[in-house]
C-alpha cells in the first residue's frame, strides 16, 4: 500500500506535468498552419537591393563555400560587406581573392571593440553603418547560401510586410553523435518559442537566426542599429524580441531549401559553442528561462524514463492504480508528441538515418545542457573575451 504522503506528492507532481504538457500543446498549436519552406528564387529582382554582411574572425576553413554562395547570387543582391576582426589565419586573403573576381564584395575591419561590445555584434554595427542597401542580410560564415537565396528572403519579408524576418537552416555534414544529440537540443528550442513558420508569435517567444537574418535598414537605423544587444550573446534572438516589442513585423520561417549550415566540427566543439547561448537568458527574462527549464524536463527530459520506470512497476505485477494509468497517459502522451517532432523537423537535416531517428534518447542530455547554460553567463565567444560595460566603466 502506497503512503498517502507519497500519493499527494506523486498526485501534485502529475498535475504540474500535465498542465505543462497543455502549455506546450497550446503552444504548438499554430505549427499546425505554419507556411512550408521558403522555394528559391530563379529570376532576378531589380526593383530594391540587398547588402549582405559576413562578420569573420579566422574563419579560413569555413567562409570559401559562404562566398561562392554569394557570389552566385543575383540582384536585389548590390553588396557583401565582409567586416574582419583582424583575422590571422588566412581569412582575409581568401575574401581578398573573391572581391577580385566578384565586385560587389568589400573587405572591411571593424573599429576596434569598445567596452561592452560583444566581437560579433560590434562587426554588425559596423556593417550596418557601410550598408547602401534597402534591406540588411545578416549571413554567418558557416552558412553556405543557394542560388535564389537573396531574392527568396526579400520576397517572403514583402509577402507578409516583414520589417525583420529570419529563416532556419538545414544542417548538413553531421556527423552520428552530433545527429544523435543536436536535434534533441533544436527540440527544446521549439518546445520553449514555438514552431517555425507561424504568423506572429509574442514579442517573448519571438525565434530569430542570425545565420540568415534580413532587416530593412531604415529599421535597423531608426532603432539604434545594434546597440540595444551590444552585450548579448544571443543577438539575433535579442535583437528580434526588442523589435517585435516595439511593434515591427517579425517572422522566423523556414529556409531548408535556402541555406545549409555546418556550424560545428564535432559533438564537443557544439556542445561548447551552442550549448552557452541557446537558453537564450540575454533575450528572455528570468523568470521564463527557468520556467522553460522546467517545462523542458517534465514534457521531454522525463517522460521516457519514466515511462520505463512504470514499465518496470507494470513488470513485477505490481498493484495499478489510477494515477498509474493518469501517468501513463501523460508520459505517454509527451512522447509520442516528441516522435512526431521527429518527423517535423526531419527537412531540416540533409542527414538523419539511426543517430537522428534516435535523437530522443539525449532528450535528458539537452535538458541538462540548458539547466548549466541558464546557470551560468557567457564571457567568452570564439576566443574573444567580452567585458561587460559594467565591468568597465
Not at 203 to 228: E, T
Not at 291 to 310: C, E, M, R, S
Request: aromatic residues 10%; positive net charge.
Amino acid at each position: 500500500m502506497v503512503p498517502a504522503a507519497t500519493q499527494f506528492v506523486w498526485g501534485v507532481l502529475l498535475a504540474g506535468q500535465g498542465v505543462l504538457l497543455a502549455v506546450l500543446l497550446w503552444r504548438l498549436m499554430p505549427g499546425r498552419h505554419r507556411r512550408p519552406p521558403i522555394a528559391p528564387r530563379a529570376a532576378p529582382r531589380s526593383d530594391t537591393t540587398v547588402s549582405v554582411v559576413l562578420t569573420t574572425l579566422n574563419e579560413a576553413e569555413r567562409v570559401g563555400p559562404c562566398l561562392e554562395g554569394l557570389m552566385h547570387q543575383q540582384a536585389p543582391l548590390l553588396e557583401v560587406l565582409v567586416v574582419d576582426s583582424n583575422s590571422t589565419d588566412g581569412t582575409r586573403e581568401l575574401v581578398a581573392t573573391a572581391a577580385a573576381r566578384d565586385a560587389r564584395i568589400r573587405l572591411l575591419t571593424d573599429p576596434p571593440l569598445p567596452p561592452g561590445w560583444v566581437g560579433k555584434v560590434w562587426a554588425l554595427e559596423a556593417g550596418l553603418r557601410e550598408a547602401q542597401g534597402e534591406w540588411v542580410l545578416g549571413i554567418d560564415a558557416d552558412t553556405v547560401p543557394r542560388p535564389g537565396l537573396i531574392g527568396a528572403v526579400v520576397d517572403a519579408a514583402d509577402r507578409d510586410g516583414y520589417g525583420v524576418v529570419s529563416f532556419s537552416p538545414q544542417f548538413v555534414e553531421q556527423t552520428s553523435a552530433e545527429r544523435l544529440v543536436q536535434p534533441a537540443m533544436l527540440t527544446t528550442l521549439v518546445y520553449r518559442c514555438g514552431a517555425v513558420g507561424v504568423r506572429q508569435p509574442p514579442p517573448n517567444r519571438v525565434l530569430a537566426n542570425g545565420q540568415c537574418f534580413l532587416a530593412r535598414r531604415d529599421v535597423l537605423l531608426q532603432h539604434g542599429g545594434y546597440a540595444a544587444v551590444r552585450e548579448s550573446f544571443s543577438d539575433d534572438v535579442t535583437l528580434a524580441r526588442f523589435l517585435a516589442a516595439r511593434g515591427i513585423h517579425v517572422g522566423f520561417l523556414d529556409g531548408s531549401a535556402l541555406i545549409a549550415v555546418r556550424a560545428y566540427t564535432s559533438l564537443g566543439q557544439m556542445w561548447r559553442e551552442w550549448g552557452r547561448s541557446f537558453d537564450l537568458k540575454d533575450a528572455t527574462p528570468v523568470w521564463q528561462r527557468w520556467l522553460d527549464v522546467l517545462l523542458v524536463w517534465a514534457v521531454q527530459g522525463a517522460p521516457f524514463p519514466l515511462l520505463v520506470v512504470l514499465g518496470v512497476h507494470a513488470w513485477r505485477g505490481a498493484e495499478l492504480s489510477m494515477m498509474f494509468w493518469i501517468a501513463i497517459g501523460i508520459n505517454g502522451g509527451a512522447f509520442a508528441l516528441r516522435l512526431y517532432m521527429l518527423w517535423a523537423l526531419r527537412g531540416s537535416y540533409d542527414t538523419r538515418g539511426l543517430p537522428y531517428w534516435s535523437s530522443w534518447l539525449a532528450d535528458i542530455a539537452a535538458a541538462a545542457r540548458l539547466t548549466w547554460s541558464t546557470l551560468r553567463t557567457p564571457r567568452i565567444w570564439r576566443g574573444r573575451v567580452f567585458i561587460p560595460s559594467t565591468l568597465s566603466s
